[in-house]
């Protein structure tokens, strides 16, 4: 069956500090890969979108980067956070009209 | 540009009275349109979906309409129940675009007792 993998569920990052989320699918290949956000109180927003190794769209300029090194796996990174970068991100999955979303990562800079 | 515009973007109801929200898209064609629960704080959990030639879609209290004519689709909640208090995203997903997902700003919903 197709799951999704996000960690870390919580995190707690000093200002300026690096930042690694990954995202893992299983069950499915060539997936389109989606890196979204969501401020306190507000939609989501979204950041960078994949639809195969190494094609990265973005969609907001902004201080995060993606990477997607292998089919099923899509990382969301950070060389040196802001506060602005506290939020609650999502990673989801489509493919033919199927989708499905992580459980999040809440991230506080602090 | 395509785009997906829900309304209201928030609303208060007491429990055990209904509710309709709505949402507007520009997009077309579409593969299909989704209608997703977000507690707070986790990802969002698919309520219905629905392709462009359906009309309803029914998922206990939850009912989605969709009127491909006017582009727009409709969750009407039945009989409101304290655990339905979350945000309701639409979702349109787009064929000629690898079926991107194109997202609402979603409704967020409070029951209170």
């Known amino acids: 069956s197709q799951t999704i993998h996000q960690w870390p569920a919580t995190l707690v990052q000093p200002v300026g500090s690096p930042l690694s989320l990954e995202c893992t699918v299983e069950?499915?290949?060539?997936?389109?890969l989606y890196w979204y956000r969501q401020a306190a109180g507000r939609g989501l927003q979204l950041l960078f979108y994949s639809i195969g190794i190494d094609q990265i769209s973005s969609e907001v300029p902004q201080n995060l980067s993606a990477s997607r090194p292998q089919d099923r796996q899509f990382i969301l990174s950070s060389k040196k956070l802001l506060l602005s970068d506290s939020g609650f991100y999502l990673c989801?999955?489509?493919?033919?009209?199927?989708?499905?979303f992580g459980q999040g990562t809440r991230l506080t800079v602090v | 540009k395509n785009q997906v515009e829900q309304s209201p973007q928030s609303l208060i109801i007491l429990e055990g009275k209904n509710c309709t929200l709505q949402?507007?898209?520009?997009?077309?064609?579409?593969?299909?349109l989704r209608w997703y629960k977000q507690d707070t704080g986790r990802g969002p959990v698919s309520l219905t979906i629905m392709t462009f030639s359906e009309n309803t879609k029914s998922n206990g209290r939850y009912t989605a309409t969709l009127d491909a004519d006017t582009k727009q689709s409709s969750l009407h909640i039945t009989a409101s129940q304290l655990s339905d208090s979350a945000s309701y995203i639409c979702?349109?997903?787009?064929?000629?675009?690898?079926?991107?997902?194109?997202f609402g700003g979603g409704t967020r919903l409070m029951v209170k007792p």
């Open positions: 989801a999955w489509s493919l033919r009209g199927e989708a499905f």
């Open positions: 949402c507007n898209y520009t997009v077309s064609p579409f593969s299909n």
């Open positions: 069950g499915t290949s060539n997936p389109n």
């Open positions: 979702v349109v997903s787009i064929p000629n675009a690898g079926n991107m997902l194109t």
